[in-house]
């Protein structure tokens, strides 16, 4: 899928009609690659297929919804992704749909922040594949709030405070997180000084060596009324060097171009964003999921490289750095990650991948591994 990517950006960086063309193509066999493929991702999407099988069955056996307890799927504080799951529910029973569906959504949503934000999104969707791709497999709510958010930054470019807050409390009936981007529509659109910019990175990355993040999830778990939730972000376990390191390559190069960035200002919301980005990276730095959080702030750092790096015809040495950054952080994935993501197989075949062992261990309904359209 990366070479394919790679090699369609390098064929058509002249012509731009046919570049926007073989994005809109790629994403869509990228959409359909993910929605299609058999419980690949790991635990996540069989409880997600759990919830929404126990949800559809309910629905066509003639169950009040209204009965249905939220709190059995951890979804109380999260209304929007319940909501989606009836809506769904009334189409089909099945899960192989149901993530189909949501996965269409999840990359419609992705191709209309990229064709808004992106200079070249096909340079763009090689970062997308590096960074985020993988992911889109498996955290379907978290995946759908950081989508709707990416759409964004338009209401803060043009300060329209009630439609930008309004998207983030959607996003955040999806996932609670998804507030943090709040904070975005209120740091001023100025470039800041480099200096002022690392100490701010510096100070983040402390805080998160030294674990005080953790006390700010139990508050905002306490808040929400969701302590168990937020507690898987607050976990302190070994500093998080690949954290570390990610964020410092990506100040780095945002710092080796800083000069460029002049004074548009939906360029410096980008900037901003891609600042943001680094700073909630290291900001989690011991969290063992609380990384999650800088998803939300990673299209500024797409959506600016694209500009910056891939602004026309040339092929620059930042732009070969950034390709070859993806390459290593796509292959990362792919062999830490292992059996969740391949051998691939679509839902379209009964039976189940070899040596799946994530699915001796979750599997909840063995009527799919001999029928995937049993109901």
């Given at each position: 899928?990366?070479?394919?990517?790679?090699?369609?950006?390098?064929?058509?960086?002249?012509?731009?009609?046919?570049?926007?063309?073989?994005?809109?193509?790629?994403?869509?066999?990228?959409?359909?690659?993910?929605?299609?493929?058999?419980?690949?991702?790991?635990?996540?999407?069989?409880?997600?297929?759990?919830?929404?099988?126990?949800?559809?069955?309910?629905?066509?056996?003639?169950?009040?919804?209204?009965?249905?307890?939220?709190?059995?799927?951890?979804?109380?504080?999260?209304?929007?992704?319940?909501?989606?799951?009836?809506?769904?529910?009334?189409?089909?029973?099945?899960?192989?749909?149901?993530?189909?569906?949501?996965?269409?959504?999840?990359?419609?949503?992705?191709?209309?922040?990229?064709?808004?934000?992106?200079?070249?999104?096909?340079?763009?969707?090689?970062?997308?594949?590096?960074?985020?791709?993988?992911?889109t497999f498996t955290y379907l709510r978290?995946?759908?709030?950081?989508?709707?958010?990416?759409?964004?930054?338009?209401?803060?470019?043009?300060?329209?405070?009630?439609?930008?807050?309004?998207?983030?409390?959607?996003?955040?009936?999806?996932?609670?997180?998804?507030?943090?981007?709040?904070?975005?529509?209120?740091?001023?659109?100025?470039?800041?000084?480099?200096?002022?910019?690392?100490?701010?990175?510096?100070?983040?990355?402390?805080?998160?060596?030294?674990?005080?993040?953790?006390?700010?999830?139990?508050?905002?778990?306490?808040?929400?009324?969701?302590?168990?939730?937020?507690?898987?972000?607050?976990?302190?376990?070994?500093?998080?060097?690949?954290?570390?390191?990610?964020?410092?390559?990506?100040?780095?190069?945002?710092?080796?171009?800083?000069?460029?960035?002049?004074?548009?200002?939906?360029?410096?919301?980008?900037?901003?964003?891609?600042?943001?980005?680094?700073?909630?990276?290291?900001?989690?730095?011991?969290?063992?999921?609380?990384?999650?959080?800088?998803?939300y702030f990673m299209i500024g750092l797409?959506?600016?490289?694209?500009?910056?790096?891939?602004?026309?015809?040339?092929?620059?040495?930042?732009?070969?750095?950034?390709?070859?950054?993806?390459?290593?952080?796509?292959?990362?994935?792919?062999?830490?990650?292992?059996?969740?993501?391949?051998?691939?197989?679509?839902?379209?075949?009964?039976?189940?991948?070899?040596?799946?062992?994530i699915h001796s261990e979750n599997e909840?309904?063995?009527?799919?591994?001999?029928?995937?359209?049993?109901?």
């Open positions: 899928m990366l070479i394919i990517v790679i090699s369609s950006y390098f064929a058509t960086r002249n012509y731009e009609i046919l570049c926007k063309q073989l994005f809109r193509i790629e994403i869509i066999l990228i959409a359909l690659f993910v929605g299609c493929s058999d419980m690949l991702g790991g635990y996540d999407r069989y409880i997600y297929g759990e919830a929404f099988d126990s949800i559809s069955s309910s629905i066509h056996n003639g169950i009040d919804i209204r009965s249905l307890s939220l709190q059995a799927f951890l979804w109380l504080n999260e209304p929007a992704y319940f909501i989606w799951n009836i809506l769904i529910g009334f189409i089909t029973q099945n899960r192989y749909i149901f993530i189909f569906i949501t996965t269409l959504l999840i990359y419609w949503l992705i191709y209309k922040s990229f064709i808004a934000n992106t200079s070249n999104p096909l340079f763009a969707l090689i970062l997308f594949l590096g960074l985020y791709f993988f992911f978290q995946v759908i709030a950081v989508a709707i958010l990416w759409n964004s930054l338009a209401f803060i470019e043009k300060r329209q405070l009630i439609r930008f807050l309004s998207t983030v409390l959607l996003a955040a009936m999806f996932h609670n997180s998804a507030i943090i981007f709040a904070i975005m529509y209120f740091i001023p659109i100025r470039k800041y000084n480099i200096l002022l910019v690392f100490l701010c990175f510096i100070s983040a990355l402390f805080i998160g060596v030294t674990g005080v993040h953790s006390k700010l999830f139990n508050l905002f778990g306490s808040l929400i009324n969701n302590e168990a939730r937020t507690a898987t972000y607050e976990n302190i376990k070994e500093i998080r060097i690949e954290y570390i390191i990610e964020s410092l390559l990506f100040l780095f190069l945002i710092f080796f171009s800083y000069k460029r960035i002049g004074t548009d200002k939906r360029q410096i919301i980008l900037l901003n964003c891609s600042l943001m980005f680094c700073m909630v990276l290291a900001f989690f730095c011991t969290s063992s999921d609380g990384g999650r959080i800088s998803w797409i959506a600016l490289f694209s500009q910056l790096y891939a602004p026309g015809k040339a092929v620059t040495a930042s732009g070969l750095t950034l390709i070859l950054m993806s390459i290593l952080l796509y292959m990362r994935i792919l062999i830490v990650w292992g059996v969740l993501i391949y051998p691939y197989k679509t839902f379209f075949t009964n039976g189940i991948r070899e040596g799946d062992y909840y309904d063995h009527r799919y591994n001999y029928d995937k359209f049993y109901k």
